[in-house]
């Protein structure tokens, strides 16, 4: 026995020379031993000296060795309790046995038996003395995980397999308005998101675009606030398991509010920037369309001075157009330079797209070209600008109508929408025209980029960019020489 540490041990017997037997065994091995004569001093005993062991016998008049167990394992369950039994007691041992004494032994009791006895009494002891710090460890470590997820500054919020939640630090409150105490009694996980969004984001975890399966990571999409504002976020999720089985959820959401706000006016200054650097070549269009007015106003002039009706009637179309021009460029500056997100709704796409084919449809007849709407029914609205979108769509018809040849044959425009599995929904424009090279690819959507010449003013596709971004979508172009192109526009359903 390990001398550094004294066991306490109460012996409990009615017979005197038990009782003094077990106390000159015991102090020569080094415990420290008390004694009692009877089961009710015995108890007193015990709540006086908290005794690591008590040995006991069974049969004691008044209180018995076996409610002196029971009482000793209410009070203190660390306690080890050996009790001593006489020939023929074997039911009463091994009812204390069920009431978790650590072992008994029959009198006479022997050295040997006395000695198993305690050795196993003190393992247990030390086998819970062990449980008892590596809970302690165990508590510290979650009270210490348990401070580090509330003072994050990004929100962690954890969820059981039917949406529960578990944890919601403050920095979830900071991002969703609701206060720790709602979150964990009354919402659901599927409420953080805009309608949808939690079914995807579930599909996600489960697949491997973002590093799954069983893994989220970097996925920007949008938090649903109290207030139904959209917040945008870059969430991260991993799934729990526990003996292979799922068991929960825990996400790591970064507000992306500032940083959005900051992207905004660095592509506002970049844009005003590009604007600047673009000037002189405004300034050389500005000069042509201006040469072409001057051209017009001197015949017009000249055909009223010399009553030449005919020559006058020649000038003035051109006067006339180059008004038209300039007023367009003017126009489509302000458009590209303004910032305009003031008027989002929930929008149809496929109304926008019929109301602007129907708009296109005797242009596209002028130019022998087939207009084909291929629309995907029951789509969800987006969140956009109408009449912003309209721009778009415009810009894009007309470049696909333009697009070929005067003798090409089965010139086709198709415009098709679809619901993609991201949870956003695709626009798209595609012509079988001449195509567009890569080098023209590489610019097409510079501000003041035009391969028409003096047809266009080189902003449409810039606009169409634009509106594009600023509603939280992406454009791209697919196109090869003499195959045709489509513009490609995914927008976030609302």
Request: charged share 25%; proline share 4%.
């Amino acid at each position: 026995m390990n001398q550094a540490f004294r066991y306490r041990i109460l012996v409990i017997d009615d017979e005197p020379s038990t009782r003094e037997l077990l106390q000159m065994s015991l102090e020569s091995d080094g415990y420290e031993v008390h004694t009692a004569e009877d089961g009710l001093s015995g108890l007193q005993r015990f709540h006086e000296l908290r005794p690591h062991i008590v040995v006991t016998d069974i049969r004691m008049p008044g209180i018995d060795g076996i409610e002196v167990l029971r009482r000793v394992k209410a009070q203190a369950p660390e306690v080890e309790v050996i009790v001593v039994t006489g020939h023929g007691q074997m039911e009463l041992a091994i009812k204390a046995l069920q009431l978790e004494a650590s072992d008994f032994i029959n009198k006479p009791i022997s050295d040997q038996a006395l000695s198993v006895a305690l050795k196993r009494a003190r393992d247990k002891i030390a086998m819970h003395h062990k449980l008892q710090n590596a809970d302690e460890q165990i508590r510290q470590r979650g009270d210490f995980e348990h401070r580090l997820i509330q003072v994050s500054m990004d929100g962690v919020i954890a969820n059981d397999r039917r949406g529960r939640i578990t944890i919601f630090n403050e920095g979830a409150s900071r991002i969703y308005g609701y206060s720790p105490e709602e979150a964990l009694t009354s919402l659901h996980v599927a409420k953080l998101y805009p309608p949808g969004q939690a079914q995807v984001i579930k599909e996600l975890i489960y697949g491997r675009q973002y590093g799954g399966p069983g893994r989220l990571i970097n996925y920007e999409t949008e938090a649903l606030h109290r207030s139904g504002q959209r917040v945008p976020i870059l969430l991260s999720a991993t799934l729990l398991y526990e003996r292979d089985a799922e068991v929960a959820t825990v996400g790591y959401f970064k507000d992306l509010t500032e940083l959005k706000r900051l992207e905004q006016d660095l592509v506002q200054q970049t844009r005003m920037g590009a604007m600047g650097q673009a000037m002189a070549e405004v300034a050389h269009g500005v000069k042509n369309i201006l040469y072409g007015m001057k051209l017009g106003a001197f015949m017009v002039d000249k055909g009223l001075t010399e009553a030449n009706l005919t020559l006058a009637q020649k000038g003035w179309p051109m006067v006339r157009k180059n008004m038209d021009r300039i007023a367009h460029l003017t126009l489509d500056m302000l458009s590209y330079a303004r910032d305009d997100t003031r008027h989002r709704q929930p929008t149809a796409l496929n109304r926008l797209v019929r109301e602007a084919c129907s708009e296109v449809r005797g242009r596209a007849e002028e130019l022998g070209v087939s207009l084909v709407e291929d629309l995907a029914e029951g789509l969800a609205n987006v969140i956009a600008d109408p009449e912003n979108l309209l721009i778009c769509l415009h810009n894009l018809l007309g470049n696909a109508l333009e697009a070929f040849a005067e003798d090409a044959p089965d010139k086709r425009v198709r415009v098709q929408t679809r619901a993609l599995a991201n949870g956003t929904q695709l626009l798209r424009v595609e012509d079988n025209g001449r195509g567009i090279s890569p080098e023209v690819q590489a610019q097409i959507f510079k501000p003041l980029f035009t391969t028409k010449r003096a047809r266009g003013t080189g902003l449409g596709l810039a606009i169409t960019q634009k509106i594009v971004h600023e509603h939280g979508g992406t454009i791209r172009v697919q196109s090869k020489p003499n195959r045709g192109t489509a513009f490609e526009i995914e927008l976030p359903t609302a």
